[in-house]
């Protein structure tokens, strides 16, 4: 199972979690293969797609057979490193950011919020859900100290450039950005930008004109 990972096209990679969520269940029901119809049901994902994406992780389907569920799990858990839990902060304890820190992301891949933090002292100091929230001004120190790679940035869209800046020389290598902010980070870091709002505009938007 010597794969190189950089031929993974980028659009495969960001599968991969959904692919590796759905089989983990598979396994666990005691199921040995599955079909690329089979998955394509349940992940909602084109089956030339699937067969495809699989081609890339060397699993290659038998007519009539299928996947073998155990082979693409072992590939799936390497890949992702599943091996090691990813330590994640997040920036920002309003509403969203609190969500999340009582949301508990360990239940279906191995990423952990160990801390987070705000500016607003009637937040820090305390734990919610479980993760201490300290102030933002103690950033650098903490996140050096306590290893962190990916941070989740739940801050109001006007500081969080001035956020990001800050992350330079810390080690974090990722931002999941919830603020509508195009962010200008180092190449070392890598941003992935999730804007709710403009996602359910989009769903919206397919749904008139796209009906099913
Ligand atoms: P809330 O109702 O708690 O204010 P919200 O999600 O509507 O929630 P936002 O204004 O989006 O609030 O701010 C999100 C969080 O980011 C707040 O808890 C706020 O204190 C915090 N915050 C604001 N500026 C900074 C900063 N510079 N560094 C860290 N956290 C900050």
């Known amino acids: 199972m010597d794969i190189d990972q950089t031929k993974i096209p980028q659009a495969t990679a960001k599968r991969l979690p959904l692919y590796y969520r759905y089989l983990k269940n598979l396994s ?7 079909s690329s119809a089979e998955l394509s049901e349940a992940i909602k994902v084109d089956s030339a797609t699937i067969r495809r994406d699989f ?3 060397g699993a290659l389907g038998k007519k009539g057979y299928g996947y073998n569920v155990h082979y693409l799990l072992s590939f799936f858990s390497k890949t992702l490193d599943q ?6 902060a997040l920036i920002g304890v309003g509403n969203l950011g609190t969500a999340f820190l009582h949301y508990n992301f360990i239940k279906n891949n191995n990423t952990k919020i160990e801390l987070a933090f705000d500016a607003d002292e009637e937040k820090v100091n305390q734990e919610i859900g479980g993760v201490p929230v300290y102030h933002i001004d103690e950033f650098t120190k903490q996140i050096k100290e306590k290893d962190i790679s990916v941070v989740i940035l739940t801050v109001p869209v006007h500081v969080a450039q001035s956020i ?3 992350m ?3 080690g974090i290598r990722g931002i999941l950005n919830f603020t509508p902010a195009r962010l200008t980070v180092p190449d070392h870091i890598r941003v992935h930008h999730i804007d709710l709002a403009v996602e359910l505009q989009a769903l919206v938007y397919f749904m008139k004109h796209y009906p099913v």
């Open 83 to 88: 091996d090691e839990t990813t330590k994640v």
């Open 168 to 170: 330079n020389d810390t």
């Open 28 to 34: 666990a029901s005691g199921k040995q293969r599955v």
């Open 55 to 57: 081609s890339y992780f």
């Open 164 to 166: 990001a800046d800050q």
